[in-house]
């Protein structure tokens, strides 16, 4: 536990003669309840005996406060430091999660005397649950040290195959060779950075803020004209097929961006000569999907559910082969998630993957396109 006391504007308060006198034992200074009730902290207010006066419902159901007691000793030591010399105090608390044997909640805590020393020797408990925001810390901090190794890989690659060209100066084959590996990798380092600057367009854009209305037959065209290039170089039949003149509402790029993320994968997942098939169809009551099935190597039961994750691949060596950055399916799932949507995964190993994108229609059908 680490406490840190804070002189601040309202310990000097705390201090004050104003405060002092208006204090009456086991009674909460009129308004406090009122302020309390809208505060978002779990809050307490503890009197000059202990007991508690006052407790949010959060606090009892955090466990904090049983009955009218403060069932986490280190807060209540910390209540009687603060009662006695007027000091605000903050600390961080790892509290018993009620009937759940070992695990913790972190709180934020931060006491302050509610009317002075010698008043009604209230304290005042707030409490912040921090398990969210040390989560999103903890992706953050995940995510910048993927994001730096995975930019160190080809850096270092190009900065050896440099080296070596200058040592092989004279073969005129050699200098060919490794020129074009360095050009290999600047290409996977623009793709990656290319997937990192999508990735966060769309996380700032959750959910679209403009939303049109959008063509699925349009955004399966384009998708499947610009992935046609990678799939004839592997003699991998593009097929499209399903329902026409589906609408969505949303943004078209991003929609398009999505799909080819699938398509690529799709493609570069599946051994040459093989079939991918994009297709649109109404869903249920007023939703689209939108599937791309392949018959390619398939990904293993227990990696389903990870594959969406940024920077997480089955086979790291078949992704840096295929020239992939890890970043394709966590793209797709915001792109899904920037639209009310959501994308699922089923894939039978050695059989191949069906990914389906699923969204509410727009709830009007446009003219069959002939
Ligand atoms: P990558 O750039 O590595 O392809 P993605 O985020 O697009 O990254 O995909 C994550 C991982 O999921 C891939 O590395 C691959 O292992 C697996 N995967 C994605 N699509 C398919 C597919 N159609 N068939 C088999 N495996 C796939």
Redo the contacts with the bound molecule.
Sequence with gaps: MAIRTRGGALGHQAHGSRLRSVQQPGRLPPGVASVLSVLSSSAVVVDSNDRVLRASAAARAFGLVKGDQLMVSELLALARQVRRDGEIREGVFEVPVPSASGRTTSFAVRVAPLGGVGGGGLVLVLADDQTESRRVDEVKRDFVANTSHELKTPVGALALLAETIEDAADDAEAVRRFASKMRQEAQRLTSLVQ?LITLSRIQAVEPVPDPRPVSLDAVIAEAVDRCRMKANARGIALASGGSRGLVVLGDEDLLVTALL??L???????PERTRVVVSARRAGEGNAELS?A?Q????PER?LER??????????A???A???????????KHVMAAHNGKVT?R?TEGA??A?TLSFPLRGERQEEPK
């Design positions: 997937d993320n699938l690529e994968n799709a493609v570069a997942y599946s791309v392949d390619g190597i398939g990904i990696d594959i969406f994750e940024r920077f997480y691949r089955v086979d790291p078949r992704s840096r295929t020239g992939g950055t890890g970043l394709g399916l966590a793209i797709v995964v894939s191949g993957s990914f």
